[in-house]
């Protein structure tokens, strides 16, 4: 009867690597999140959090400091009847403390075109470097590709006039 060996022990190294790598995918999680919510619900601060004091942002539209572009972001937004941001795919590529990924984006704003509600749909790309400076990770650099965009009448009036639904109002926070 062969003699069984005992199991191995887990590589403490290899724990310790993977750990690190999970925690900084968690943390740029974090601040791809607040930039979205900070967005969407006009929360300057918030969308602050994403950003190293020193990043820089190019949304071609807009290139410069973060800070900004921030509120650059805020005016155009706040002139929206509303907007929603969703993250699709992430690919990091994680190298010690500083990172690259590319980020999958689509973007819905309610606009007023000569005199019309119109839905504006943006689909792109943000092409990140993020850095843990010892606060955390947070984004250095990005870069926004637009894929595609499309302009559409708006359609849902009839919501307005359902009563029971619990309709979102721009600048609410809850």
């Known amino acids: 009867m062969p003699v069984q ?3 191995s022990q887990p590589d403490l190294a290899a724990l310790q690597a993977d750990i690190a790598d999970l925690t900084a995918r968690r943390d740029i999680q974090r601040a791809l999140n607040a930039y979205m919510r900070g967005q969407d619900r006009l929360l300057p601060e918030v969308q602050r959090r994403a950003f190293h004091d020193d990043a820089w942002v190019d949304c071609g539209l807009f290139a410069g400091p973060a800070a900004a572009f921030i509120d650059f972001a ?3 937004l706040a002139d929206c009847a509303a907007s929603q941001h969703l993250i699709g795919q992430v690919d990091l590529q994680i190298d010690g403390k500083r990172a690259r990924g590319e980020v999958y984006f689509i973007a819905h704003h309610r606009i007023r075109e000569n005199g019309e509600e119109k839905d504006l749909f943006v689909a792109g790309r943000y092409h990140d470097e993020y850095e843990d400076r010892g606060d955390g990770w947070k984004i250095a650099r990005r870069k926004e590709v637009v894929d595609w965009a499309r302009t559409d009448p708006a ?5 307005r006039e359902q009563t029971a639904l619990h309709l979102a109002r721009r600048g609410e926070h809850g």
Do not use: I
Request: net charge negative.
């Open 5 to 7: 060996s005992a199991p």
């Open 74 to 76: 805020q005016g155009f």
């Open 155 to 159: 359609t849902d009036g009839f919501l």
